[in-house]
């Protein structure tokens, strides 16, 4: 009888925790396009992650999700796999560091943002990832450096 408790228990705690796959759309060919990972908790399922594909099954965009808002890590990738995107989310924002690549992988352009908007100074860079231009989004043009963002 305590063995049969002991799993019924275990059953229910896991089957509380446990991450639902969902694959909300699919190519004509049958591979997925977008797959939603959820939990649950009280009783309603809640997004946790999301990853869209390629049709050819690569990888296009990844990320994590908290309060059903972006939040996290998030990268994107070229058909081809090599990194296209990646950059930091809170609460549905880019905030931080973020970082494109060029198609060949060598990075394109790196700055900061705060709340969805870019500030201080971001780096350009050229397909051999020489530094060709820079811009400090601080200095937003007719506008005095104490009114810009800070």
Known sequence: MNRILLVALLVAITSGCSRKEVVEATYANGNPKV??????KGGELLLDREVVYYENKQKKIEGEYLDELRDGQWKAWYENGTIWSEGIYKEGKRNGIGISYHANGKKYIEGMYRDDIR???WHFYD???MLTKEVDFDQVPGIPKEDSIQ
């Open 127 to 129: 397909t051999t990832g």
């Open 35 to 40: 797959v939603k990972y959820y939990h649950k």
């Open 119 to 121: 500030v201080g100074t």
